[in-house]
Protein backbone atom coordinates (compact mmCIF):
# COMPACT_ATOMS: atom_id res chain seq x y z
CA UNK A 1 0.00 0.00 0.00
CA UNK A 2 2.33 2.15 1.12
CA UNK A 3 5.00 1.28 -2.44
CA UNK A 4 1.54 2.51 -4.30
CA UNK A 5 1.20 5.83 -2.38
CA UNK A 6 5.11 6.74 -2.87
CA UNK A 7 4.51 5.97 -7.06
CA UNK A 8 1.93 8.26 -7.03
CA UNK A 9 3.49 11.82 -7.17
CA UNK A 10 0.29 13.79 -6.17
CA UNK A 11 -0.21 11.31 -3.24
CA UNK A 12 3.61 12.25 -2.26
CA UNK A 13 2.95 15.99 -2.73
CA UNK A 14 -0.05 15.35 -0.63
CA UNK A 15 1.99 13.53 2.28
CA UNK A 16 4.94 15.99 2.02
CA UNK A 17 1.93 19.43 2.45
CA UNK A 18 0.36 17.19 4.81
CA UNK A 19 3.32 16.54 7.35
CA UNK A 20 4.20 19.85 6.66
CA UNK A 21 1.63 21.34 7.90
CA UNK A 22 1.04 19.09 11.07
CA UNK A 23 4.18 20.45 11.54
CA UNK A 24 3.89 23.92 11.07
CA UNK A 25 0.70 24.20 13.58
CA UNK A 26 2.53 22.22 16.39
CA UNK A 27 5.34 25.11 15.68
CA UNK A 28 2.47 27.82 16.03
CA UNK A 29 3.36 28.75 12.70
CA UNK A 30 2.80 32.63 11.70
CA UNK A 31 2.11 33.37 8.08
CA UNK A 32 3.63 37.12 8.66
CA UNK A 33 7.08 34.87 9.27
CA UNK A 34 6.93 34.01 5.32
CA UNK A 35 8.81 36.75 3.74
CA UNK A 36 7.06 36.24 0.31
CA UNK A 37 3.66 37.33 2.29
CA UNK A 38 5.36 40.30 3.97
CA UNK A 39 6.61 41.57 0.14
CA UNK A 40 3.28 40.33 -1.62
CA UNK A 41 1.39 42.70 1.65
CA UNK A 42 3.98 45.29 0.63
CA UNK A 43 3.85 45.16 -3.18
CA UNK A 44 -0.07 45.51 -3.12
CA UNK A 45 -0.20 48.89 -0.85
CA UNK A 46 2.91 50.31 -2.90
CA UNK A 47 0.39 49.29 -6.12
CA UNK A 48 -2.56 50.87 -4.82
CA UNK A 49 -1.10 53.96 -4.00
CA UNK A 50 0.14 54.66 -7.13
CA UNK A 51 -2.58 53.67 -8.99
CA UNK A 52 -4.75 55.97 -6.76
CA UNK A 53 -2.60 59.22 -7.57
CA UNK A 54 -1.64 58.34 -11.02
CA UNK A 55 -5.54 57.69 -11.87
CA UNK A 56 -7.42 60.14 -9.47
CA UNK A 57 -5.39 63.39 -10.45
CA UNK A 58 -5.42 62.31 -14.10
CA UNK A 59 -8.43 64.58 -15.44
CA UNK A 60 -7.71 67.51 -12.77
CA UNK A 61 -6.40 70.80 -13.52
CA UNK A 62 -2.72 71.19 -11.48
CA UNK A 63 -3.48 74.03 -9.03
CA UNK A 64 -6.87 74.68 -8.69
CA UNK A 65 -8.78 73.91 -5.43
CA UNK A 66 -10.43 71.30 -6.40
CA UNK A 67 -6.92 69.23 -7.27
CA UNK A 68 -5.77 70.08 -3.45
CA UNK A 69 -8.66 69.21 -2.19
CA UNK A 70 -8.33 66.13 -4.17
CA UNK A 71 -5.17 65.52 -3.85
CA UNK A 72 -5.43 65.94 0.29
CA UNK A 73 -8.09 62.77 0.14
CA UNK A 74 -5.00 60.77 -1.51
CA UNK A 75 -3.02 61.79 0.94
CA UNK A 76 -4.82 60.58 3.92
CA UNK A 77 -6.24 57.32 1.59
CA UNK A 78 -2.78 56.50 1.03
CA UNK A 79 -1.21 57.32 4.33
CA UNK A 80 -4.11 55.03 6.22
CA UNK A 81 -2.92 52.01 3.80
CA UNK A 82 0.75 52.65 4.57
CA UNK A 83 -0.26 52.89 8.54
CA UNK A 84 -2.58 49.14 7.99
CA UNK A 85 1.01 48.14 6.05
CA UNK A 86 2.82 49.07 9.11
CA UNK A 87 0.87 47.36 11.74
CA UNK A 88 0.75 44.21 9.30
CA UNK A 89 4.24 43.26 9.01
CA UNK A 90 5.30 45.12 11.65
CA UNK A 91 9.32 45.16 12.99
CA UNK A 92 11.13 47.51 10.70
CA UNK A 93 8.31 48.85 8.96
CA UNK A 94 6.86 50.12 12.13
CA UNK A 95 9.82 51.40 13.03
CA UNK A 96 10.37 53.31 9.24
CA UNK A 97 6.34 54.60 9.91
CA UNK A 98 7.26 55.90 13.27
CA UNK A 99 10.15 58.12 11.44
CA UNK A 100 7.94 59.45 8.39
CA UNK A 101 5.58 59.75 11.25
CA UNK A 102 8.14 62.27 13.43
CA UNK A 103 9.18 64.97 9.81
CA UNK A 104 5.84 67.23 10.91
CA UNK A 105 7.45 70.14 8.73
CA UNK A 106 8.82 67.79 5.95
CA UNK A 107 5.89 65.66 4.86
CA UNK A 108 2.27 66.25 4.30
CA UNK A 109 0.11 66.57 7.32
CA UNK A 110 -2.57 64.04 6.36
CA UNK A 111 0.77 61.20 6.53
CA UNK A 112 2.73 62.48 9.90
CA UNK A 113 -0.86 62.75 11.48
CA UNK A 114 -1.70 59.24 10.49
CA UNK A 115 1.64 57.62 10.99
CA UNK A 116 1.81 59.11 14.81
CA UNK A 117 -0.53 56.51 15.79
CA UNK A 118 2.30 53.89 14.98
CA UNK A 119 4.03 54.89 18.47
CA UNK A 120 0.67 53.59 20.21
CA UNK A 121 -0.01 50.65 17.81
CA UNK A 122 3.49 48.32 18.18
CA UNK A 123 2.62 44.80 18.62
CA UNK A 124 2.91 42.82 21.65
CA UNK A 125 4.65 39.53 21.91
CA UNK A 126 3.54 36.67 24.04
CA UNK A 127 5.07 35.94 27.50
CA UNK A 128 6.40 32.39 26.00
CA UNK A 129 8.19 33.99 23.68
CA UNK A 130 9.97 36.41 25.45
CA UNK A 131 11.09 34.01 28.49
CA UNK A 132 12.20 31.83 25.09
CA UNK A 133 14.47 35.33 24.47
CA UNK A 134 15.54 35.68 28.01
CA UNK A 135 16.09 31.81 28.08
CA UNK A 136 18.68 31.49 24.93
CA UNK A 137 20.15 34.79 25.95
CA UNK A 138 20.60 34.45 29.47
CA UNK A 139 20.86 31.31 30.36
CA UNK A 140 18.33 30.63 33.12
CA UNK A 141 14.14 30.59 33.37
CA UNK A 142 12.93 34.26 34.41
CA UNK A 143 11.95 32.74 37.79
CA UNK A 144 15.98 32.24 38.98
CA UNK A 145 16.40 35.82 37.24
CA UNK A 146 13.48 37.71 38.89
CA UNK A 147 11.36 37.73 42.17
CA UNK A 148 8.50 38.96 40.31
CA UNK A 149 8.30 40.03 36.70
CA UNK A 150 5.52 41.57 35.42
CA UNK A 151 3.56 39.47 32.47
CA UNK A 152 1.70 42.60 30.96
CA UNK A 153 4.55 44.67 29.63
CA UNK A 154 4.82 48.23 30.73
CA UNK A 155 5.11 49.45 26.79
CA UNK A 156 5.80 48.02 23.23
CA UNK A 157 7.49 49.30 20.82
CA UNK A 158 8.08 47.97 16.93
CA UNK A 159 11.35 46.29 17.92
CA UNK A 160 10.63 45.51 21.75
CA UNK A 161 9.09 45.68 24.57
CA UNK A 162 9.61 47.01 28.75
CA UNK A 163 8.56 44.22 31.54
CA UNK A 164 8.71 45.64 35.27
CA UNK A 165 10.86 43.23 37.31
CA UNK A 166 12.30 42.68 40.79
CA UNK A 167 15.59 41.47 41.57
CA UNK A 168 16.30 38.79 43.96
CA UNK A 169 18.40 42.27 46.16
CA UNK A 170 15.33 43.60 45.97
CA UNK A 171 15.60 46.48 43.31
CA UNK A 172 12.74 46.83 40.42
CA UNK A 173 14.16 47.10 37.05
CA UNK A 174 13.19 47.47 33.76
CA UNK A 175 14.08 44.43 31.13
CA UNK A 176 13.70 45.46 27.69
CA UNK A 177 13.39 42.65 25.56
CA UNK A 178 13.54 42.12 21.54
CA UNK A 179 10.81 40.68 19.68
CA UNK A 180 12.33 37.42 18.96
CA UNK A 181 11.71 37.71 14.70
CA UNK A 182 12.98 41.58 14.43
CA UNK A 183 16.59 40.21 14.12
CA UNK A 184 15.71 37.55 11.06
CA UNK A 185 13.08 39.88 9.36
CA UNK A 186 14.89 43.21 9.37
CA UNK A 187 17.48 42.94 6.74
CA UNK A 188 14.71 40.90 4.26
CA UNK A 189 12.77 43.96 5.33
CA UNK A 190 14.72 46.80 3.98
CA UNK A 191 15.62 45.00 0.72
CA UNK A 192 11.64 45.10 0.03
CA UNK A 193 11.34 48.78 0.82
CA UNK A 194 14.23 49.31 -1.46
CA UNK A 195 12.61 47.42 -4.54
CA UNK A 196 9.61 48.96 -4.08
CA UNK A 197 11.02 52.66 -3.22
CA UNK A 198 13.02 52.26 -6.66
CA UNK A 199 9.46 51.34 -8.34
CA UNK A 200 7.70 54.09 -7.44
CA UNK A 201 10.27 56.50 -8.48
CA UNK A 202 9.83 55.15 -11.66
CA UNK A 203 6.90 55.79 -11.80
CA UNK A 204 7.08 59.42 -9.88
CA UNK A 205 10.29 60.85 -10.40
CA UNK A 206 9.92 63.61 -8.03
CA UNK A 207 9.48 61.06 -5.68
CA UNK A 208 13.02 60.36 -4.39
CA UNK A 209 13.10 58.93 -0.82
CA UNK A 210 16.03 56.49 -1.19
CA UNK A 211 17.71 58.22 1.92
CA UNK A 212 14.60 56.38 4.09
CA UNK A 213 16.07 53.04 2.81
CA UNK A 214 19.77 54.44 3.49
CA UNK A 215 19.49 55.59 6.88
CA UNK A 216 17.43 51.96 7.65
CA UNK A 217 20.25 50.17 6.63
CA UNK A 218 22.69 51.97 8.75
CA UNK A 219 20.64 52.76 12.21
CA UNK A 220 18.61 49.04 12.38
CA UNK A 221 21.71 47.05 12.92
CA UNK A 222 22.66 49.47 16.00
CA UNK A 223 19.37 49.65 17.41
CA UNK A 224 18.76 45.74 17.15
CA UNK A 225 22.11 45.43 19.57
CA UNK A 226 21.13 46.33 22.98
CA UNK A 227 24.83 46.45 23.57
CA UNK A 228 25.55 49.38 21.87
CA UNK A 229 22.18 50.91 23.91
CA UNK A 230 23.72 50.38 26.80
CA UNK A 231 26.97 52.14 25.76
CA UNK A 232 25.23 54.87 24.35
CA UNK A 233 23.29 55.15 27.95
CA UNK A 234 26.46 55.16 30.17
CA UNK A 235 28.28 57.46 27.22
CA UNK A 236 25.69 60.13 27.12
CA UNK A 237 25.16 60.20 30.90
CA UNK A 238 28.79 60.49 31.80
CA UNK A 239 28.98 63.74 28.83
CA UNK A 240 26.40 65.78 30.64
CA UNK A 241 26.68 64.70 34.55
CA UNK A 242 26.79 68.67 34.96
CA UNK A 243 23.55 68.61 34.77
CA UNK A 244 21.73 67.57 37.56
CA UNK A 245 18.10 67.53 36.20
CA UNK A 246 19.08 64.80 33.69
CA UNK A 247 18.46 61.12 34.80
CA UNK A 248 19.35 57.92 32.64
CA UNK A 249 18.84 54.36 34.16
CA UNK A 250 21.57 52.64 35.17
CA UNK A 251 22.43 49.57 33.21
CA UNK A 252 22.96 46.30 34.57
CA UNK A 253 24.94 44.49 32.28
CA UNK A 254 24.99 40.64 34.19
CA UNK A 255 21.42 40.90 33.04
CA UNK A 256 21.71 42.26 29.56
CA UNK A 257 22.96 40.78 26.36
CA UNK A 258 22.52 41.76 22.33
CA UNK A 259 18.35 41.23 22.66
CA UNK A 260 18.05 41.99 26.18
CA UNK A 261 18.51 45.54 28.43
CA UNK A 262 18.15 45.57 32.11
CA UNK A 263 17.90 49.13 33.79
CA UNK A 264 17.03 50.56 37.26
CA UNK A 265 12.90 51.34 36.52
CA UNK A 266 12.25 54.87 36.18
CA UNK A 267 9.03 56.38 37.14
CA UNK A 268 7.43 59.49 35.73
CA UNK A 269 5.15 61.24 32.90
CA UNK A 270 5.54 61.68 29.62
CA UNK A 271 7.15 64.85 28.62
CA UNK A 272 4.48 66.54 26.68
CA UNK A 273 1.74 65.68 29.50
CA UNK A 274 0.73 68.94 30.69
CA UNK A 275 -2.43 67.78 33.18
CA UNK A 276 0.82 65.38 35.05
CA UNK A 277 3.00 68.46 35.47
CA UNK A 278 0.38 70.44 36.65
CA UNK A 279 -0.47 67.79 39.62
CA UNK A 280 2.99 67.42 40.42
CA UNK A 281 4.16 71.50 40.23
CA UNK A 282 6.55 70.75 37.69
CA UNK A 283 7.30 74.22 35.95
CA UNK A 284 6.36 73.87 32.43
CA UNK A 285 8.54 76.36 31.26
CA UNK A 286 11.50 74.74 33.29
CA UNK A 287 11.29 71.32 31.70
CA UNK A 288 11.61 73.35 28.17
CA UNK A 289 14.05 75.40 29.23
CA UNK A 290 16.47 72.45 30.69
CA UNK A 291 15.41 69.99 27.78
CA UNK A 292 16.88 72.43 25.14
CA UNK A 293 19.77 73.04 27.25
CA UNK A 294 20.51 69.43 27.16
CA UNK A 295 19.79 69.01 23.01
CA UNK A 296 21.77 71.89 22.92
CA UNK A 297 24.92 70.53 24.47
CA UNK A 298 24.42 67.27 22.51
CA UNK A 299 24.24 68.98 19.16
CA UNK A 300 26.21 71.64 19.18
CA UNK A 301 29.05 71.32 21.83
CA UNK A 302 29.35 67.36 21.75
CA UNK A 303 28.00 65.96 18.56
CA UNK A 304 26.55 63.13 19.83
CA UNK A 305 22.88 63.41 19.86
CA UNK A 306 19.90 61.06 20.82
CA UNK A 307 17.96 61.22 18.21
CA UNK A 308 14.71 59.74 19.44
CA UNK A 309 13.15 62.33 22.08
CA UNK A 310 9.33 61.14 21.31
CA UNK A 311 7.24 61.81 24.52
CA UNK A 312 7.34 58.29 25.28
CA UNK A 313 10.95 58.44 25.71
CA UNK A 314 11.17 61.31 27.75
CA UNK A 315 9.84 61.50 31.20
CA UNK A 316 9.68 64.01 33.81
CA UNK A 317 8.95 63.62 37.83
CA UNK A 318 9.87 65.47 40.99
CA UNK A 319 12.62 63.99 42.61
CA UNK A 320 11.13 62.85 46.60
CA UNK A 321 14.74 64.46 47.68
CA UNK A 322 15.75 67.46 46.77
CA UNK A 323 12.10 68.58 45.11
CA UNK A 324 13.51 69.40 41.72
CA UNK A 325 12.31 68.83 38.16
CA UNK A 326 13.86 65.98 36.46
CA UNK A 327 14.02 64.46 32.97
CA UNK A 328 14.48 61.04 32.40
CA UNK A 329 16.09 59.74 28.99
CA UNK A 330 15.11 56.22 27.52
CA UNK A 331 15.95 54.44 24.84
CA UNK A 332 19.70 55.13 23.63
CA UNK A 333 19.34 52.73 20.62
CA UNK A 334 19.66 55.46 18.15
CA UNK A 335 21.89 58.53 18.50
CA UNK A 336 23.95 60.51 15.53
CA UNK A 337 27.31 61.41 15.93
CA UNK A 338 28.48 64.50 14.16
CA UNK A 339 31.95 64.38 12.66
CA UNK A 340 33.61 68.12 13.36
CA UNK A 341 33.41 70.42 10.34
CA UNK A 342 29.78 69.56 9.68
CA UNK A 343 29.16 70.29 13.42
CA UNK A 344 30.55 73.60 13.20
CA UNK A 345 29.09 74.42 9.85
CA UNK A 346 25.71 73.82 11.56
CA UNK A 347 26.80 76.08 14.92
CA UNK A 348 27.31 78.96 12.28
CA UNK A 349 24.19 77.88 10.34
CA UNK A 350 22.24 78.76 13.74
CA UNK A 351 23.90 81.98 14.76
CA UNK A 352 23.46 83.18 11.36
CA UNK A 353 19.50 82.17 11.31
CA UNK A 354 19.15 83.66 15.51
CA UNK A 355 21.22 87.03 14.40
CA UNK A 356 19.26 87.26 10.80
CA UNK A 357 22.44 87.24 9.19
CA UNK A 358 21.34 86.43 5.73
CA UNK A 359 25.10 86.08 4.17
CA UNK A 360 25.85 83.28 7.22
CA UNK A 361 22.66 81.46 5.90
CA UNK A 362 23.20 81.13 2.40
CA UNK A 363 27.14 80.58 3.24
CA UNK A 364 26.49 77.76 5.87
CA UNK A 365 23.30 76.04 3.87
CA UNK A 366 25.44 75.65 1.00
CA UNK A 367 28.15 74.21 2.73
CA UNK A 368 25.95 71.86 4.08
CA UNK A 369 24.66 70.54 0.69
CA UNK A 370 21.20 72.63 0.26
CA UNK A 371 22.97 74.60 -2.79
CA UNK A 372 20.19 77.03 -4.31
CA UNK A 373 17.50 75.42 -2.02
CA UNK A 374 19.15 77.09 0.92
CA UNK A 375 16.01 79.68 1.45
CA UNK A 376 13.97 75.83 1.58
CA UNK A 377 16.74 74.71 3.78
CA UNK A 378 16.00 77.97 6.37
CA UNK A 379 12.44 77.02 6.43
CA UNK A 380 12.65 73.67 6.92
CA UNK A 381 15.13 73.44 9.63
CA UNK A 382 13.14 76.39 11.58
CA UNK A 383 9.69 75.31 10.35
CA UNK A 384 9.39 78.94 9.89
CA UNK A 385 8.81 81.22 6.88
CA UNK A 386 11.03 82.97 4.74
CA UNK A 387 9.59 86.25 6.28
CA UNK A 388 10.52 85.09 9.72
CA UNK A 389 14.32 83.62 8.73
CA UNK A 390 15.03 87.43 7.24
CA UNK A 391 13.43 89.28 10.02
CA UNK A 392 15.24 87.17 12.61
CA UNK A 393 13.76 84.11 14.27
CA UNK A 394 14.78 84.76 18.15
CA UNK A 395 12.79 88.15 17.12
CA UNK A 396 9.58 86.92 15.83
CA UNK A 397 7.24 84.84 17.76
CA UNK A 398 5.56 81.60 15.73
CA UNK A 399 2.03 82.41 15.05
CA UNK A 400 -0.63 79.61 14.28
CA UNK A 401 -1.18 80.94 10.70
CA UNK A 402 2.93 80.85 10.15
CA UNK A 403 2.64 77.04 11.24
CA UNK A 404 -0.09 75.96 9.11
CA UNK A 405 1.75 77.58 6.00
CA UNK A 406 4.57 75.34 6.83
CA UNK A 407 2.41 72.32 6.91
CA UNK A 408 0.94 73.30 4.14
CA UNK A 409 3.67 74.02 1.88
CA UNK A 410 5.35 70.95 3.27
CA UNK A 411 2.71 69.18 0.80
CA UNK A 412 3.21 72.22 -2.10
CA UNK A 413 6.79 71.88 -1.93
CA UNK A 414 7.54 68.15 -1.71
CA UNK A 415 9.26 67.29 -4.86
CA UNK A 416 11.81 70.04 -3.42
CA UNK A 417 11.76 68.82 -0.25
CA UNK A 418 12.36 65.17 -1.46
CA UNK A 419 15.53 66.40 -3.60
CA UNK A 420 17.03 68.58 -0.61
CA UNK A 421 16.65 65.63 1.52
CA UNK A 422 19.06 63.36 -1.38
CA UNK A 423 21.51 66.45 -0.99
CA UNK A 424 22.31 67.02 2.42
CA UNK A 425 24.97 64.93 4.29
CA UNK A 426 23.04 61.92 5.77
CA UNK A 427 24.08 63.58 9.62
CA UNK A 428 21.36 66.21 8.43
CA UNK A 429 18.42 63.68 8.31
CA UNK A 430 18.37 62.47 12.11
CA UNK A 431 19.10 65.68 12.96
CA UNK A 432 15.92 67.34 11.38
CA UNK A 433 13.96 64.15 12.71
CA UNK A 434 14.25 65.58 15.84
CA UNK A 435 14.25 68.93 15.37
CA UNK A 436 10.67 68.12 14.67
CA UNK A 437 10.04 66.17 17.57
CA UNK A 438 11.53 68.49 19.75
CA UNK A 439 9.22 71.38 17.99
CA UNK A 440 6.06 68.63 18.83
CA UNK A 441 6.90 68.86 22.52
CA UNK A 442 7.30 72.86 22.41
CA UNK A 443 4.39 73.26 21.02
CA UNK A 444 2.18 70.81 23.19
CA UNK A 445 4.24 72.20 25.81
CA UNK A 446 3.15 76.08 24.73
CA UNK A 447 6.96 77.40 25.27
CA UNK A 448 7.92 76.99 20.89
CA UNK A 449 10.63 79.87 19.91
CA UNK A 450 10.51 80.97 23.40
CA UNK A 451 13.87 83.64 24.02
CA UNK A 452 15.78 81.05 26.38
CA UNK A 453 15.86 78.44 24.07
CA UNK A 454 17.33 80.60 21.57
CA UNK A 455 19.76 81.83 24.48
CA UNK A 456 20.65 78.50 25.69
CA UNK A 457 21.48 77.97 21.53
CA UNK A 458 23.34 80.89 21.18
CA UNK A 459 25.62 79.76 24.12
CA UNK A 460 25.94 76.52 22.92
CA UNK A 461 27.07 77.86 19.76
CA UNK A 462 29.87 80.07 21.01
CA UNK A 463 31.49 77.66 23.19
CA UNK A 464 31.62 75.37 20.36
CA UNK A 465 32.99 77.85 17.89
CA UNK A 466 35.18 78.84 20.78
CA UNK A 467 36.23 75.39 21.46
CA UNK A 468 37.04 74.80 18.09
CA UNK A 469 39.31 78.01 17.64
CA UNK A 470 41.26 77.30 20.49
CA UNK A 471 41.64 73.67 19.55
CA UNK A 472 42.98 75.02 16.05
CA UNK A 473 45.10 77.50 17.84
CA UNK A 474 46.39 75.08 19.96
CA UNK A 475 47.36 72.44 17.11
CA UNK A 476 48.70 75.13 15.12
CA UNK A 477 51.20 76.24 18.15
CA UNK A 478 51.82 72.50 19.06
CA UNK A 479 52.57 72.21 15.20
CA UNK A 480 55.15 75.66 15.16
CA UNK A 481 57.05 73.94 18.49
CA UNK A 482 57.26 70.90 17.02
CA UNK A 483 59.31 72.27 13.32
CA UNK A 484 60.67 74.47 16.09
CA UNK A 485 62.35 71.36 17.91
CA UNK A 486 63.01 69.39 14.83
CA UNK A 487 64.84 72.40 13.62
CA UNK A 488 67.22 72.21 16.04
CA UNK A 489 67.80 68.79 16.04
CA UNK A 490 68.61 68.84 12.74
CA UNK A 491 71.11 71.50 13.33
CA UNK A 492 71.94 69.93 16.75
CA UNK A 493 72.80 66.68 14.18
CA UNK A 494 74.69 68.60 11.49
CA UNK A 495 77.30 70.23 13.74
CA UNK A 496 77.55 66.33 15.60
CA UNK A 497 77.65 64.22 13.12
CA UNK A 498 80.61 65.74 11.10
CA UNK A 499 82.89 65.84 14.67
CA UNK A 500 82.32 61.85 14.99
CA UNK A 501 82.96 61.54 11.49
CA UNK A 502 86.42 63.23 11.91
CA UNK A 503 87.10 61.34 15.58
CA UNK A 504 86.38 58.30 13.55
CA UNK A 505 88.93 59.10 10.68
CA UNK A 506 91.19 60.63 13.37
CA UNK A 507 90.65 63.87 12.63
Excluded at 38 to 65: C, P
Excluded at 100 to 111: I, N, Q, S, T, V
Aim: hydrophobic letters at 40%; proline letters at 4%.
Amino acid sequence: MARRLLKSPAAAAAAVLASSAFYLFNKQWDPNDLSIVRFGRAAATTAAISYDYITSLQNRQYGTEEYWALKSKIHRRSAERLRDLCCANRGTFIKVGQHLGALDYLLPEEYTSTLKVLHSRAPESSMEDIQQVIREDLGKEVEQLFVSFEKKPQGAASLAQVHKAVLYDGRTVAVKVQHPKVQAQSSKDIFVMEVLLRVVHWLFPDFAFMWLVEEAKKNMPLELDFLNEGRNAEKVTEMLKHFDFLKVPKIHWDLSSKRILTMDFAEGGQVNDREYMRKHSIDVNEISRNLGKMYSEMIFVNGFVHCDPHPGNVLVRKCPKSNKAEIVLLDHGLYQVLNPDFRMDYCRLWQGLIKADMKAVEKYSRRLGAGDLFPLFACVLTARSWTSVNTGISQTPVTNSEDVEIRTNAALYLPQISDLLNRIPRQMLLLLKTNDLLRGIETTLQTRASSSSFLNMSRCCTRAVARSGFAHVTSSVSSEFLDINRHKQEGAACYIFPQLLQTKNGG
